[in-house]
């Protein structure tokens, strides 16, 4: 039973990255894209999460109540990871979103296959 | 003078956040400070570099805690040595682009701004000790080089930018596949400890992690075929700014690559290096035969540059201390050539809109020294003698020869002669072609015709005088090439457990 | 200061400086391209000689320089080819633009032929090389003709000859652990066959494309022709012989102790065919310049043909042969130069009967045709003569029959070239012009004189070339000052022969200025002749010198319709459209891109068991 649950958290972290990849690929639109990009954040920061879970931690947090005891804690690395990921994939966002509307202004179109006037 | 391996990425990144307020002080401050910085920085790589060696690392930590608990910068003869080539010509590139955007104050802020986050994160990716500082770094590395690509409007900027995020964006989700997979095994992120623990982690998830490592990181080494970003990134950025991914960001990238997989991963007697090796190859090949038949001068360079960096994973693929020292040597002269050529293109075709090759008939006449410099540029690049592309030449040739590989070695050559007709077609149409009626010309301003030659000189002199650098490259090589030697200078209490 | 180091210093220096100088001030460039011109060869004839040398450490490799009697022969050629050329370009290139890249390349060429002659090691030697290299490069693209084809093609050619060369080099040197000529010369034979047919292979590419053998020649006409005249005759006259002082040390002193030897007669055959050749489609030129380049590479493989079989006489005949090849086909180039700035062309169905206009031109080409042809009393005739004993000695009598055809042949362009220019009628289009000023013709005539008295006393060069060949391993060469021997016991003492032709020529010298002058009295045209009740036209061209060889030409057409150029330039197409198509491989499309990562990360996870080995 518990396999399972721990095999369904990584296989839907890991499908959940999958669903953006698949969007990233093949999904014409630009601002699609960018979601796909997002969803594929996502997926892999519950992944990161999933992963520094353990049983029965409590959050990694030394406080007077836990000090002295031997008390299980969930990894705060891995969280601290996914925080910092958090951050970046917000930028790159952002930044994603700006070059969209800049390639909309320019090219009146948001069909990444008929932006490519630099090739070969 | 005060000397620390932590003001490498302190001072730049304190600088982008604090040129917006002294904006507010004095407009040319934006221009004045970042350079000031950036020659402190070079002033202080020449020092460091100085007390720098194999046996003694500079190890600097983190808010005092040690590793592998805390994060550390490691300043060893090698990374030191990149870390120093990116400092040094960061502050060139400064000096190049001093006057760059002086109408626009708006554009120059943020271009200085972007520059310095872009400085900063090279040198941290090459800096730090801990593998997930580093895709904190190579991340700030990227988001200012997206920016940067589209930094002008006009051109198609913003579409090279695009490709680059969405190819970075695959990096960076690999990455951190990559580092959770090593984090799962071993439980740290410290480069030294992640290698001491190697040995530890299941062959699959050390294979598995390895790959993504080497995916992700190929991106930013332009490794065929993940290097689809970089010719429109190169051909659409400002000038200074294609000089810096080729100086500065591809340099960073194959350090990565380097350092992980010759220090984290034990994988290169088991096949790792043949597969740099070959990647190498394939990259290199590519890259050149398509350079070939480019119209546009910054595309081309931007795929010459693709193929040196394949050069460079030949040379490190190759899996000995001469193949090192070779990558290193061809890393330096990678690094001041193609930035002249880019320096020195950047005026050829500074009215072209298209940047055509063709449009550059005649331009031997029109702007002598520049046309001169980038004939140098090219000449170096290329590997003819008495310049110091010919060392690095000679170095990998005889490392791949002593490795035996013949069919490497013939490949390296045939492709240099590809290179130099595609250089040489360039020079033809500069100095032997009639110029077209009614071309704008665009006159150097003093501080990039300094830039540029003393990036010239320094070709010269390597070239006339390989012993100028070759001492700091033996270092470098013989650092990079022991890894026990690495792990044991910065976790020495660790390392002496496991051995016992 | 080591002699060496110094005579590189100023002809390194030289080059330099004379492209600075001629930026400031055009007097200031000539005085320095004159100042290079002496001091060069008065330092190396007063203070270099052979057995000095110098050694040192560049980028951790060690070199070392020094000549030794087999290079100081091409050392002598050079230092008296191209200072004499350098003077003749003053007077050449006056008022042309880039001065200063002209003579820093003309310059700094022979710096790097010199250096090539000097070098003991093969890291040094291939420094030299590839200077030498570019810097005749850039002064084959110098007037900007034909940059795209000529130029490149003379720059592919040369890097795969210096590239196959590098290669030989650095797998020398994983084999011997050193770099040095004499290292390799000793452990050769220590190394296994297969390393030693690539290396010598490799080596011999290199070195046989400056020497245009077949099939690596087709760069050379074309290079000759869109050279300046005045580099022209140091190209083809001395830095050619770079490839043939590289052949002769890579098939007799590199690789004389073991099986590839025997490569030296394929390598001679091929000298053959391509003499054969490019001496036939010499004979079809009507551009005077281009005529002298093909018969350049005829030369060549003449050269090459000795070394190559790699008797004592058949090596002694090529090295004296490469030698007087250097001073004929110089003095022929600088007449042509001559002729070229005086007349404003080459074509020889443009001008005719310049022998009244330029009669010290004449006088110089009339003798370096004369050592072409290989007549007494001029050295060619030595030359030949020892070439022909060294083919027929050694059995190989088809390559005996085909230098036969091709010095049989040469008579034909020799001649045409001296008709085409100098003699027959004189065009009134022609009647002005003038002999070139005397910094020109001098260099030229003592280039000729020179050449006379090789003819009379061949022993001054034998005596270098002698000692040369005991470097080679060809130990205690006999030679005489004058006097020829052959195999069959018979001797020419060339003293006479020299003095009865000289006599002859005299004579005749006087019979026609006396005498036969009155006959050219009449002023012709040769627009004045009917043909067939037709009147010409005026702009037709009547010029003798059309469609020359005609019937010949007719007859050998089959032969010379197939020119390998069109393969290479195939070939080229080819690749290029390959090129072309793997472009597409970066369709644009960033979506494409992306995929490329994905596709590349599961191949390579797909694959991992493979290449990881588990």
Redesign the interface.
């Known amino acids: 039973m518990n396999q399972i649950l721990t095999y369904s958290v990584y296989g839907s972290a890991i499908l959940v990255?999958l669903i953006g990849i698949y969007a990233?690929l093949t999904k014409k639109n630009?601002i699609k894209?960018v979601i796909g990009?997002s969803i594929?954040?996502s997926g892999?920061n519950l992944?990161?999460v999933a992963?520094g879970y353990i049983k029965g931690g409590t959050a990694p947090i030394f406080s007077p109540a836990v000090a002295g005891k031997d008390v299980l804690m969930v990894?705060p690395?891995?969280q601290a990871?996914v925080l910092?990921?958090i951050v970046?994939g917000f930028?790159?966002t952002a930044?994603?979103l700006s070059?969209?509307i800049?390639?909309y202004r320019?090219h009146n179109t948001i069909k990444i296959d008929e932006?490519k006037?630099?090739k070969? | 003078m005060v000397a620390n391996p932590i003001l490498y990425i302190a001072l730049p990144l304190f600088t982008a956040f604090l040129v917006p307020l002294l904006a507010k002080l004095w407009k040319p401050l934006v221009r004045i400070v970042p350079g000031l910085v950036l020659a402190y920085l070079a002033i202080m790589s020449v020092v460091l570099m100085q007390q720098v060696s194999p046996e003694k690392p500079i190890i600097a930590m983190i808010a005092g805690w040690k590793a592998p608990w805390g994060i550390n910068l490691v300043f060893t003869s090698f990374s030191g040595f990149i870390a120093s080539l990116i400092s040094i010509l960061a502050f060139f590139i400064w000096l190049y682009s001093f006057g760059f955007k002086k109408v626009e104050f708006d554009d120059a802020q943020k271009y200085f701004i972007l520059f310095m986050l872009l400085t900063a994160g090279s040198i941290g990716v090459v800096l730090t000790g801990d593998i997930?500082n580093m895709f904190?770094f190579i991340?700030i590395t990227s988001?200012s080089a997206?920016?940067l690509t589209?930094f002008y409007?006009g051109r198609?900027g913003?579409?090279?930018?695009?490709?680059f995020?969405?190819?970075?964006?695959?990096?960076?989700?690999?990455l951190?596949?990559g580092?959770?997979i090593l984090?799962?095994y071993t439980?740290t992120?410290n480069m030294a400890h992640l290698a001491l623990l190697m040995p530890q982690v299941p062959?699959?998830a050390k294979?598995?992690s390895f790959?993504?490592f080497?995916?992700a990181l190929g991106?930013e080494a332009e490794m065929f075929?993940?290097n689809?970003?970089a010719?429109?990134a190169y051909?659409?950025a400002p000038g200074p700014i294609a000089a810096s991914f080729a100086g500065i960001l591809a340099k960073a990238g194959i350090y990565a690559l380097i350092r992980v997989s010759y220090t984290i991963f034990d994988?290169g007697d088991?096949?790792?290096f043949?597969?740099l090796l070959v990647m190498g190859l394939i990259t290199m090949v590519?890259s050149e035969?398509?350079a070939?038949?480019?119209e546009n001068l910054r595309r081309m360079l931007a795929y010459s540059s693709m193929g040196q960096m394949g050069l460079i994973m030949i040379a490190f693929g190759l899996g000995t201390k001469e193949g090192i020292y070779a990558g290193l040597f061809i890393m330096f002269n990678h690094a001041v050539i193609k930035s002249l050529l880019f320096l020195a293109s950047a005026y050829l075709v500074y009215y072209t809109s298209r940047k055509k090759i063709s449009d550059l008939d005649g331009f031997g006449k029109l702007l002598p020294l520049t046309s001169l410099l980038f004939g140098l540029g090219a000449?170096a690049i290329v590997g003819?003698?008495?310049f110091s592309g010919?060392?690095s030449k000679?170095s990998l040739?005889?490392a791949?020869?002593?490795s035996?590989m013949?069919f490497v070695?013939?490949t390296v050559?045939?492709v240099?002669?590809i290179e130099?007709?595609y250089y040489?077609?360039v020079l033809?149409r500069l100095?032997?072609?009639k110029a077209h009626k009614e071309i704008k010309v665009r006159k150097p301003t003093w501080n990039s015709v300094v830039t540029m030659i003393v990036l010239a000189l320094v070709i010269i002199a390597v070239g006339v005088?390989?012993?100028f650098i070759?001492g700091l490259l033996h270092n470098a090589a013989t650092d990079l090439a022991d890894k026990a030697d690495y792990i044991q200078k910065i976790i020495p209490d660790l390392f002496s457990q496991t051995l016992n | 200061m080591n002699s060496l180091i110094i005579l590189l210093f100023i002809l390194g220096g030289g080059a330099l400086l004379s492209y600075f100088a001629f930026l400031s001030k055009h007097a200031f460039g000539q005085a320095v391209v004159w100042l290079v011109a002496i001091a060069s060869p008065v330092y190396f004839f007063t203070q270099v000689a052979v057995g000095e040398s110098f050694s040192f450490?560049?980028?951790?490799f060690e070199l070392a320089l020094g000549f030794n009697h087999y290079s100081w022969v091409f050392a002598l050629l050079i230092m008296v080819l191209s200072p004499l050329s350098l003077i003749y370009s003053t007077g050449y290139m006056k008022s042309r633009l880039r001065l200063g890249t002209f003579y820093f390349s003309f310059i700094f060429s022979i710096f790097g032929m010199m250096g090539i002659l000097m070098s003991r090691d093969l890291?040094s030697l291939?420094?030299f090389w590839?200077?030498m290299t570019?810097a005749s490069?850039l002064l084959v693209?110098y007037r900007?003709k034909d940059?795209?084809h000529t130029?490149?093609k003379y720059?592919?050619f040369s890097?795969?000859g210096a590239?196959?060369m590098?290669?030989a080099i650095?797998?020398l040197?994983?084999e011997m652990h050193s770099f040095d000529i004499a290292t390799v010369i000793q452990n050769f034979g220590n190394m296994n066959a297969a390393d030693q047919w690539?290396t010598g292979i490799l080596l011999l590419i290199g070195f046989a494309v400056k020497s245009a053998v077949m099939p690596l020649h087709v760069w050379a006409p074309g290079a000759y022709t869109n050279t300046p005249t005045s580099f022209t005759a140091v190209f083809s006259g001395g830095l050619s012989k770079m490839g043939v002082y590289g052949i002769g040390l890579v098939l007799l002193n590199l690789y004389s102790h073991s099986d590839f030897s025997q490569v030296g007669i394929y390598l001679a055959w091929l000298g053959a065919i391509t003499a054969v050749m490019a001496t036939f489609r010499a004979v079809f030129q009507n551009d005077a310049k281009k005529l002298l380049a093909y018969s350049s590479v005829a030369q060549l493989g003449y050269i090459v043909a000795g070394i190559g079989l790699g008797t004592e006489l058949s090596v002694f005949a090529g090295i004296y042969l490469a030698i007087l090849h250097g001073a004929f086909k110089g003095t022929l180039f600088m007449a042509v130069g001559a002729v070229e700035r005086q007349a404003g062309t080459t074509d020889m169905t443009k001008i005719s009967g310049l022998i009244k206009n330029m009669p010290w031109t004449f006088f110089a080409a009339l003798v370096a045709i004369i050592a072409l042809a290989g007549i007494p009393p001029v050295g060619g005739f030595v030359g030949k003569w020892m070439l022909y004993e060294a083919a027929i000695n050694s059995e190989h009598m088809f390559l005996v029959i085909l230098i036969f055809i091709s010095s049989t042949a040469a008579f034909l362009y020799s001649f045409r070239f001296l008709f085409g220019l100098f003699l027959g009628q004189q065009e009134e289009e022609t009647a002005h012009i003038k002999e070139a000023p005397a910094v020109m013709v001098v260099p030229m005539i003592l280039l000729s004189l020179f050449l006379v008295l090789m003819g009379t006393f061949p022993g001054i060069i034998f005596k270098p070339i002698a000692a040369g060949m005991a470097e080679l391993g060809f130990q205690g060469v006999p030679w005489h000052m004058s006097v020829l021997y052959n195999m069959w016991g018979d001797s020419v003492n060339l003293t006479y022969v020299s003095i009865t032709f000289g006599t002859v020529f005299l004579l005749g010298l006087v019979y026609i200025t006396l005498i036969a002058r009155k006959g050219t009295k009449h002023k012709l045209s040769t627009k004045d002749i009917h043909t067939a009740g037709e009147i010409p036209k005026p702009e037709d061209n009547l010029n003798y010198s059309l469609d020359f060889y005609k019937p010949f030409e007719r007859v050998l057409s089959p032969l010379l319709k197939h020119k390998l150029d069109v393969y290479y330039n195939e070939f080229g197409k080819g690749l290029?459209a390959?090129?072309?198509f793997?472009?597409r491989?970066?369709t644009?499309n960033?979506?494409?891109?992306?995929l490329?990562?994905?596709v590349?990360?599961v191949a390579?996870?797909l694959l991992?068991g493979r290449?990881?080995?588990?």
């Open positions: 990255m990233v630009l894209i990009l594929m954040d892999f992944l990161l992963l990894d690395v891995p990871l910092t990921a970046i930028g790159v930044v994603a070059l969209v800049r390639l320019k932006i006037t630099l070969w | 997930f904190v991340e988001l997206y920016a589209a409007k198609d913003a579409e090279a930018a695009f490709k995020l969405l190819i970075g964006s695959f990096s960076s989700i690999m951190l596949l580092i959770a984090y799962t439980g992120l062959m699959h294979i598995t790959l993504l080497f995916v991106i075929p993940l689809g970003w010719p429109d051909s659409q994988l088991h096949g790792g043949e597969l590519v035969l398509v070939m038949r480019q000449f003819l003698p008495p010919f060392w000679l040739l005889i791949t020869a002593n035996h013949e070695l013939a050559l045939a240099s002669v130099i007709i040489f077609r033809g100095y032997f072609r005088h390989p012993d070759t | 450490s560049l980028g951790g890291v291939f420094i590839e200077i570019w490069y693209i900007g940059v795209e130029g490149i720059m592919i890097a795969v590239y196959s590098f290669m650095v797998i040197n994983r690539l290029e390959l090129f072309n793997m472009r491989i970066y644009g960033g979506q494409t891109y992306a490329y990562v994905v590349f990360l390579l996870i991992s290449i990881f080995g588990i």
